[in-house]
């Protein structure tokens, strides 16, 4: 071979590896390279997660916002198809109590028995179970017992003028109601639209004394702050 053409295939060698030398082996990548395709990959995968939180977030409120109407929607059906016939105030609606409810009730103290605070007349007894005399399904409001659901809605509420035993001594009842009764309401907004919650005070038609729960007091400063005849039927003090 001539000296030429043996320079000639030495150069051509030489550059062909060069070449091969600058290149990464073919379907391979460095270090610096894989961290970064790593740390995009979990960039995007933290991102996925995130959104998947917030449209999981997203739908269960949308489902209990529904859930929520539906029940409205069917306490109302059913307080529709049950109303009594006679004119009831605004402000309550019927309701009932399939199952037994937990409510308390305050009366006073006269001699050994306990009284309706507003009559002074009406004794309740423990275990003893109490049903209203007028009316067999919905009797009239006026002669139903009214009870709270919470304790201190029963012990900051107010009696009115003409309570025959409200200087006497009152403890706490704990009571279980059932079946018709009366919810006093207070109208509010949710979500927009206009719709009743209950302010804790309901009138029953049936129910059981459980237990006595605590002292309450002898006469309540609400009743003169809601009631201010009250406070010049007893001279102002």
């Keep these: 071979m001539p000296r030429t053409s043996l320079r000639r295939a030495r150069r051509a060698e030489t550059h062909a590896g ?8 073919r379907g391979g990548e460095d270090a610096h390279a894989t961290m970064r395709r ?21 739908t269960a409120t949308r489902l209990k916002d529904e859930v929520a109407r539906q029940i409205a929607q069917i306490e109302d059906d059913r307080a529709h198809a049950t109303r009594p016939t006679h004119q009831i105030p605004s402000n309550w609606r019927c ?3 399939e ?8 009366v006073a103290c006269v001699g050994d028995a306990f009284v309706s605070v507003y009559d002074g007349r009406t004794t309740y007894e423990l275990g003893r179970v109490y049903q209203t005399r007028r009316g067999a399904g919905w009797p009239p409001l006026d002669q139903c017992f009214f009870a709270w ?6 012990l900051q509420a107010g009696f009115p003028r003409g309570s025959l035993a409200k200087t006497h001594p009152r403890v706490l009842l704990k009571i279980e109601a059932f079946g018709n009764a009366y919810e006093c309401c207070a109208h509010a907004r949710f979500k927009g639209s206009a719709t009743q919650k209950g302010t804790g005070k309901m009138a029953v038609t049936r129910f059981r004394v459980l237990r006595v729960m605590t002292d309450a007091f002898r ?4 009743d003169k702050l809601r009631f201010p005849d009250i406070a010049k039927s007893d001279g102002g003090g």
Excluded: D, F, I, Q
């Design 38 to 58: 790593l740390n995009a990959e979990a960039r995007l995968a933290s991102a996925e997660r995130a959104r998947a939180r917030r449209a999981v977030s997203e």
């Design 18 to 25: 060069m070449s091969t030398r600058a290149l990464p082996p």
């Design 149 to 154: 659901t919470e304790p201190v809605g029963a």
């Design 99 to 106: 199952t037994p409810r937990t409510l308390y009730k305050v």
């Design 219 to 222: 006469a309540s400063a609400l």
């Design 95 to 97: 309701t009932h109590m």
